[in-house]
């Protein structure tokens, strides 16, 4: 059995559309997009602690330096799992990140509308076998450094049939919420130091002030800021607010700017505000939208 010494779960947080169009709730209902996200009560740092002390893996090689496996499953509103089921398992490691699932404690369930609700959540995990995570924010400390990690960005083009920019990055996840007519893609950096949300609506005009107002409210809520700036010569506005897990400061910069028909959003997420604000410009001058 090899040693594992390091283990990172990324917590997707997505593109989220903050002015709520929902006013009934469904009891019985799984919502994917919610006001407040459904966490750990012991906190992120303590869910990786315990998550790693009970994770065993054999008979993996020698070759292997990284495990990856992304899963699925309800919050129920008491907080416990269900649904459990494993999407992306390149390793064969399906069963015991489900049994090691079961036994961590309930979480915090969602919160939609002042009520508790049942939710889905993508984790994504990589588990680092034998090599340590080289770090960006190593290479961010000089100016040479900072060059290359500019130029690394521009490696990898991701193209989807909407839009396409370039990126370090892969995608993870990607939704349609028909309810609120809104595509949702999810992207994350191959060491999980930065992730993107990109989401798509098509939009009302004549209801496009409530829309930016209910945006407004909800940073404002997490106590961010908010602004009215130029992208590709047209008006566009740009939130940036902080939201820590317990642990961990994450800092979140999106740009929402209309596109024809769509209501766009670009999100960037990271630990790191110099890797956020580095991955937040490059992707605003590489990103097209073909649609």
């Given at each position: 059995?090899?040693?594992?010494?390091?283990?990172?779960?990324?917590?997707?947080?997505?593109?989220?559309?903050?002015?709520?169009?929902?006013?009934?709730?469904?009891?019985?209902?799984?919502?994917s997009l919610v006001q407040q996200k459904a966490?750990?009560?012991?906190?992120?740092?303590?869910?990786?602690?315990?998550?790693?002390?009970?994770?065993?893996?054999?008979?993996?090689?020698?070759?292997?330096?990284?495990?990856?496996?992304?899963?699925?499953?309800?919050?129920?509103?008491?907080?416990?799992?269900?649904?459990?089921?494993?999407?992306?398992?390149?390793?064969?490691?399906?069963?015991?990140?489900?049994?090691?699932?079961?036994?961590?404690?309930?979480?915090?369930?969602?919160?939609?509308?002042?009520?508790?609700?049942?939710?889905?959540?993508?984790?994504?995990?990589?588990?680092?076998?034998?090599?340590?995570?080289?770090?960006?924010?190593?290479?961010?400390?000089?100016?040479?450094?900072?060059?290359?990690?500019?130029?690394?960005?521009?490696?990898?083009?991701?193209?989807?049939?909407?839009?396409?920019?370039?990126?370090?990055?892969?995608?993870?996840?990607?939704?349609?919420?028909?309810?609120?007519?809104?595509?949702?893609?999810?992207?994350?950096?191959?060491?999980?130091?930065?992730?993107?949300?990109?989401?798509?609506?098509?939009?009302?005009?004549?209801?496009?002030?409530?829309?930016?107002?209910?945006?407004?409210?909800?940073?404002?809520?997490?106590?961010?800021?908010?602004?009215?700036?130029?992208?590709?010569?047209?008006?566009?506005?740009?939130?940036?607010?902080?939201?820590?897990?317990?642990?961990?400061?994450?800092?979140?910069?999106?740009?929402?700017?209309?596109?024809?028909?769509?209501?766009?959003?670009?999100?960037?997420?990271?630990?790191?505000?110099?890797?956020?604000?580095?991955?937040?410009?490059?992707?605003?001058?590489?990103?097209?939208l073909k649609i």
């Amino acid at each position: 059995m090899k040693n594992i010494f390091l283990i990172i779960f990324s917590f997707f947080i997505g593109f989220q559309v903050i002015a709520q169009e929902e006013s009934v709730l469904d009891d019985d209902k799984v919502y994917s997009l919610v006001q407040q996200k459904a966490s750990p009560k012991e906190g992120v740092k303590k869910f990786y602690e315990n998550f790693i002390s009970e994770f065993k893996v054999a008979d993996i090689s020698n070759e292997t330096n990284e495990i990856k496996v992304r899963m699925k499953f309800v919050v129920e509103k008491d907080g416990s799992f269900s649904n459990i089921e494993v999407i992306d398992d390149k390793n064969g490691v399906k069963n015991e990140a489900i049994r090691v699932l079961t036994t961590m404690p309930a979480w915090n369930a969602a919160q939609h509308n002042g009520k508790l609700v049942r939710s889905s959540f993508v984790l994504p995990i990589n588990i680092k076998v034998k090599s340590k995570i080289s770090s960006d924010e190593d290479s961010l400390k000089t100016t040479e450094g900072v060059a290359k990690y500019l130029d690394s960005l521009g490696t990898h083009k991701i193209i989807s049939n909407s839009f396409e920019f370039f990126c370090n990055c892969n995608l993870i996840q990607s939704k349609t919420h028909e309810s609120t007519n809104m595509e949702e893609f999810s992207y994350a950096a191959s060491d999980n130091s930065v992730f993107y949300s990109i989401g798509l609506k098509t939009v009302n005009t004549d209801k496009l002030e409530s829309f930016y107002n209910g945006i407004k409210e909800g940073v404002e809520k997490q106590k961010g800021t908010y602004k009215e700036v130029k992208y590709n010569d047209k008006k566009a506005f740009e939130t940036f607010f902080s939201v820590s897990d317990g642990s961990t400061l994450f800092y979140y910069k999106t740009i929402y700017f209309i596109e024809g028909k769509y209501f766009v959003g670009l999100n960037v997420i990271s630990s790191n505000t110099q890797i956020m604000n580095s991955n937040y410009e490059h992707l605003l001058k590489t990103f097209k939208l073909k649609i």
